[in-house]
């Protein structure tokens, strides 16, 4: 899940946050249409939640489309420190 506003530039202008959307994007269609998983989520302006089976994350596929977009996500935050926080969740909240 991303949620907020990077703060890099205005709303609608904000590279950093355009791109983390991008990613998680990509592995929602990557998730769905690759892995053949129903992945499911919400995006609204703001916020993106993905979700998807615990019993499909062993799978080759997801894990390395999972594992990407999370290291994706991770460079871009040493990238832009002051804009773009990770913060890891365990599947219990």
């Known amino acids: 899940m991303a949620t907020g ?16 959307s991008v990613i998680l994007q990509t592995a929602w269609v990557g998730l769905s249409e690759v892995a053949g998983v129903k992945a499911a989520g ?17 799978r080759p596929r997801v894990r390395a489309i999972v594992e990407t ?14 804009h773009i926080k990770v913060v890891a969740e365990t599947a219990d909240g």
Do not use: F, M, N
């Not at 919400?42 to 062993?58: E, F, K, Q």
């Open 42 to 58: 919400t995006r609204r302006r703001g916020r993106i939640a993905l979700t998807w089976p615990a019993d499909t994350r062993s």
């Open 5 to 20: 506003h990077a703060g890099w530039a205005e709303s609608g202008r904000d590279l950093a946050c355009a791109a983390v």
């Open 69 to 82: 977009a999370a290291r994706s996500i991770e460079y871009l935050a040493a990238q832009y420190p002051d």
